[in-house]
T-cell receptor, first 113, second 112 residues
């Protein structure tokens, strides 16, 4: 049973435009959400997180939006750059109660020149 | 550059060999993790150490044996592995059990 779902295996976006990566979750107990970026032959790199008491968190070109009622979060990257081409993992856990992070299957983002 | 260092980067071993994977971090993090990642799949948690004590073992076969000699080091001892154990093994650390995890680049393990 997949508790964190990334339904788009891949996404192509023109350089300079906005990239929107989506993630849905099924477990309403999750209260902390993270996005990781992974290049080939490297480990996942932490990008940005959001706790369930917020609906938006911004860090430079990266913004994460959380819609608790829809159990949906999204990562916006604007403007998209060639170096953003990577696999992006959405993850969730129960903050302060569990150190186990549940990962989605990932979305491969291609930034087109 | 990653702040979590894993060695070796690649390892090929036979099913009867004994080897160890090593992970090191000097960020003062008190929680460390081992994950297994198969191709085109998300990382799967294997073990969690918190303050050098094993806090989670995700029903991992005994042919994988973790060890945390001190707060900066995490080892994964391997013995009598199976071909299906071939995967990328990722180490991660976090400030405590509940913060964002920082990953190493992994050890790509191939079992012959």
């Amino acid at each position: 049973d997949q508790q964190v779902k990334q339904n788009s295996p891949s996404l192509s976006v023109q350089e300079g435009r906005i990239s929107i990566l989506n993630c849905d979750y099924t477990n309403s107990m999750f209260d902390y959400f993270l996005w990781y970026k992974k290049y080939p032959a490297e480990g996942p790199t932490f990008l940005i997180s959001i706790s369930s008491i917020k609906d938006k968190n911004e860090d430079g070109r990266f913004t994460v939006f959380l819609n608790k009622s829809a159990k949906h979060l999204s990562l916006h990257i604007v403007p998209s750059q060639p170096g953003d081409s990577a696999v992006y993992f959405c993850a969730a856990n129960y903050m302060n109660r569990d150190d186990k992070i549940i990962f989605g299957k990932g979305t491969r983002l291609h930034i087109l020149p | 550059d990653t702040e979590v260092t894993q060695t070796p980067k690649h390892l090929v071993m036979g099913m009867t060999n004994k080897k160890s994977l090593k992970c090191e971090q000097h960020m003062g993090h008190r929680a460390m993790y081992w994950y297994k990642q198969k191709a085109k799949k998300p990382p799967e948690l294997m073990f969690v150490y918190s303050y050098e004590k094993l806090s989670i073992n995700e029903s991992v076969p005994s042919r994988f044996s973790p060890e945390c000699p001190n707060s900066s080091l995490l080892n994964l001892h391997l013995h009598a592995l199976q071909p299906e154990d071939s995967a990328l093994y990722l180490c991660a650390s976090s400030q405590d059990r509940f913060g964002p995890q920082h990953f190493g680049d992994g050890t790509r393990l191939s079992i012959l």
